[in-house]
Each structure stands twice: as structure tokens, then as C-alpha cells.
């Protein structure tokens, strides 16, 4: 999902839900369907999704932006898939054992992810995967590497 837009994710998710029931699904549309059957709450922004194309949750208003929540669980998944940053995956693991499901898992995972974003954005840098990792690993115990990573923007 490269080079897309907003419109283009909440289509994305609309269409993987109308896809459900297909076994015609793409292994993508399948991850974001199991994503979405976690998240009942979200159902109705993803069967009218056209409705939702230009609406904007505001977080300092208390609003949750249903489509970014889903985005994020996607984009933690798709990193644990390729254990990207390298760890990540095991990280997921320790977090489902601790917590019993991946939805509670990565609730954690997308807090540390949303807000490695949001830092990058505020100050017009690169994402930092050593703080990134480091605030992944603190949420099962590990402390700090021993060694910093290259940052893809500093490569």
C-alpha cells in the first residue's frame, strides 16, 4: 500500500470487509478483515465507509480515528510479519503471552508506533527505530540495546 491517501485506506477496509465472507480475499484484505472482526465499535464506519471519506477525529477531543486504529494494528502486524524493526516479532509474541490476546498486544505496540510518528512529524525528523524498539522492549522488560541502528533516513 504504497502512495496512498486517506480515501484510499478507508476504501481498503471497506472493501476487505465486503470481502468477508469471500475466499477470494488477498492475504492482505484477510489480516484487516481479522482486524476488524476485533473491533466491533468500528462496523459501522467500515460498512459506510463513503460517508466517512472526509471526516476528521479530533484526539484532543477525545475522538478516535477508527481507520487510523486499524491502520496502526495493520501496520504492527505487517512489521511483526518481516520482524521489522529486527526483535519486533518476538516482542509480539512475549506481548500476546502477557496479555492473553494480540488485540491488547498490540494496543501497546500501536501507542509506541503512533507516537514514534507524531515525534518525527512535530520535529521534521526520520523515524527514530532505536527509540522506537526501546519503547517496544521496556513494554516486556528488555531494557535498551546494546548497540543503536542505522535509521533508514540516516542511510
Same mark, same amino acid.
Not at 508506533?113 to 521534521?124: H, K, P, S, T, V
Given at each position: 500500500?504504497?502512495?496512498?491517501? *486517506?480515501?484510499?485506506? !478507508? !476504501? ?20 484487516? %478483515?481479522? %482486524? ?8 459501522? /464506519?467500515?460498512?459506510?465507509? &463513503?460517508? /466517512?471519506? *472526509?471526516?476528521?477525529?479530533? $484526539? ?5 480515528? $477508527? ?14 510479519? %518481516? ?7 518476538? %516482542?509480539?509474541? !512475549? ?8 488485540? *491488547? ?11 514514534? @510518528?507524531? !515525534?518525527?512529524?512535530?520535529?521534521? *525528523? ?5 527509540? /522506537? @524498539? ?12 546494546? &548497540? ?6 540516516? @542511510?
Amino acid at each position: 500500500m504504497f502512495n496512498v491517501n *486517506t480515501f484510499d485506506v !478507508r !476504501r481498503f477496509f471497506a472493501e476487505a470487509w465486503r470481502n468477508r465472507l469471500s475466499p477470494q480475499a488477498d492475504a492482505l484484505q484477510q489480516k484487516a %478483515i481479522r %482486524i476488524v472482526l476485533a473491533h466491533p465499535e468500528y462496523h459501522h /464506519y467500515v460498512e459506510n465507509a &463513503e460517508d /466517512y471519506l *472526509t471526516r476528521n477525529w479530533l $484526539p484532543e477531543q477525545g475522538e478516535t480515528n $477508527p481507520f487510523l486504529h486499524l491502520s496502526l494494528h495493520l501496520s504492527v502486524q505487517e512489521q511483526v510479519a %518481516i520482524d521489522q524493526p529486527f526483535g519486533i516479532a518476538d %516482542i509480539h509474541r !512475549r506481548l500476546c503471552a502477557k496479555h492473553g490476546d494480540w488485540v *491488547t498486544a498490540e494496543h501497546e505496540m500501536m501507542e509506541a508506533l503512533a507516537e514514534m @510518528i507524531w !515525534r518525527a512529524q512535530r520535529n521534521g *525528523t526520520g523515524f527514530d527505530v532505536n527509540a /522506537y @524498539i526501546t519503547q517496544l522492549r521496556r513494554l516486556v522488560d528488555l531494557g535498551e540495546e546494546d &548497540e543503536a541502528r542505522l535509521n533508514p533516513h540516516e @542511510i
